[in-house]
T-cell receptor, first 116, second 111 residues
Framework: NAGVTQTPKFQVLKTGQSMTLQCAQD?????MYWYRQDPGMGLRLIYY???????DKGEVPNGYNVSRLNKREFSLRLESAAPSQTSVYFC???????????????FGPGTRLTVL | DQQVKQNSPSLSVQEGRISILNCDYT??????FLWYKKYPAEGPTFLIS?????DKNEDGRFTVFLNKSAKHLSLHIVPSQPGDSAVYFC??????????FGQGTELSVKP
């Protein structure tokens, strides 16, 4: 099992350009998440999808859109990139359930994005 | 408004000694707390968790303590090993599965 995979690993954009970050998981998880990690800020939730067909905003959704393409794939789109979106982006997935193990989130390796 | 805070950006300990990483939170509605470990250029990986109704959970060298009255949790690593050098994030669970993360503490274990 590959777990959670993300593409690309690195990307440099100019202000105003658009791009889509791809994420896929092979663990048959229902829920998927997009985070950004910035120095001194920890990981902040951008958007999440509790199940196929649903998406909801997290803490910092402005400037982003998402698509839950199917159970495996959850993409993050930047329509008009800004320097403030320079960050490391992580995708994660988890199953449902009330026990902590069932809410453990599995993370991909991240995408390092620079917006000039 | 940072609901989960890790006030120490870094910590350095000698191999074999105890590492204590701290985390404070403000929201009494969190029902689980988790610790994640992150190596450079990798995604975070789950380490250990604790329910809000417990005060201690142990897994090998790792123990998490929860003090609900103080809204404080800590991760103890005994004995610390050089391979434990990483960034550690605490996280609190709310609304059925979403997590709020602290800023992280970079642990360096020196041989």
């Amino acid at each position: 099992n590959a777990g959670v995979t993300q593409t690309p690993k690195f990307q440099v954009l100019k202000t105003g350009q658009s791009m889509t970050l791809q994420c896929a998981q092979d663990m048959n998880h229902n829920s998927m998440y997009w985070y950004r990690q910035d120095p001194g800020m920890g990981l902040r939730l951008i958007y999440y999808s509790a199940s196929e067909g649903t998406t909801d905003k997290g803490e910092v959704p402005n400037g982003y859109n998402v698509s839950r393409l199917n159970k495996r794939e959850f993409s993050l789109r930047l329509e008009s990139a800004a320097p403030s979106q320079t960050s490391v982006y992580f995708c994660a997935s988890s199953d449902w359930g009330l026990a902590p193990k069932n809410n453990e989130q599995f993370f991909g390796p991240g995408t390092r994005l620079t917006v000039l | 408004d940072q609901q989960v805070k890790q006030n120490s950006p870094s910590l350095s300990v000698q191999e074999g000694r105890i590492s204590i990483l701290n985390c404070d939170y403000t929201n009494s509605m969190f029902d689980y707390f988790l610790w994640y470990k992150k190596y450079p250029a990798e995604g975070p990986t789950f380490l250990i968790s604790i329910s809000s109704i417990k005060d201690k959970n142990e897994d090998g060298r790792f123990t998490v303590f929860l003090n609900k009255s103080a809204k404080h949790l800590s991760l103890h690593i005994v004995p610390s090993q050089p391979g434990d050098s990483a960034v550690y994030f605490c996280a609190a669970r709310y609304q059925g599965g979403k997590l709020i993360f602290g800023q992280g503490t970079e642990l360096s274990v020196k041989p």
